[in-house]
């Protein structure tokens, strides 16, 4: 079924009513960041990424989000482990291979990742999607040099060959499964200066695929309600300082109307 906004408020309610454990393994400098979106969302976070534990977290936890923003052979044994148990538990799997493309470490364990276990949703931005999918895409370490509307073609492929829902970040966010698509456009410029947005959208992607098992609504409707509290916070104040606090309070404080009023989504 496509987004709409009662769906995607529907969602909001349950997660807020069951306050979801969402297993995070993230890289260094986002952990705050994400934990305490995902909080204001009303979802439960945690930091997990000890291999002698990841496995055994997974089992209590409702969702798994893997970041591969700091690597290191420690965070890889961790990430292998942990996915591997939520195959097996049939708990969603949301990846966000940061900076893929960049260099060939970081390129080599998204692709052991993904064979390992293929996630029901992965997100990044344009550069990053097409790196996955076989592309000599360029990047800036983890900045994209393309627009999101360069990787749509690229996100179908990927989509097709791993059997998962993937979403290209960027003015537009592009969700896609299959043959199918939706686009929305809501957020602000002044999101791209405040480090960790991205990622903090892919921890709510966890948080929306635990209450819903239909990936591709949960990874659109975690996306509307990342660009809708961004839009609210911007509102408030242009500066990237302020912004970090004021999209925080804008998801706490998130109602039905807000989503209805400013939600801009097309199949």
Known sequence: MFPTPQSIWTDVTQ???????IHNITNFVVMNNTAN?????????????????TADF?????ALVVNIGTLD???VAGMKQAMRRAKDLGKPIVFDPVGVGATPYRNR??????????????RGNASEIMALAGLDAQTKGVDSLFGSDAAVDAAHQLSRSLGCVVVVSGATDYIIRGEQTAAIANGHPL???VTGMGCTATALTGAFAAVNADYFQAAAHAMAVMGVAG???????TAPGSLQVNFLD????LTASDIADRLKINE
């Open 37 to 53: 979106a995902l909080l204001a969302v009303g979802a439960s976070p945690a930091m997990v990424h000890a291999p002698e534990e």
């Open 58 to 62: 997974v089992a209590i936890s409702s």
């Open 231 to 237: 839009e609210m916070a911007v509102e408030k104040q």
């Open 109 to 122: 364990v998204s692709a052991e990742l993904l064979t390992l276990s293929a996630p029901e949703i992965i």
């Open 15 to 21: 997660i807020r009513a069951q306050a979801p454990l």
């Open 191 to 193: 999101m791209t200066r």
């Open 73 to 75: 052979e420690n965070f």
């Open 250 to 253: 804008a998801l706490y404080q």
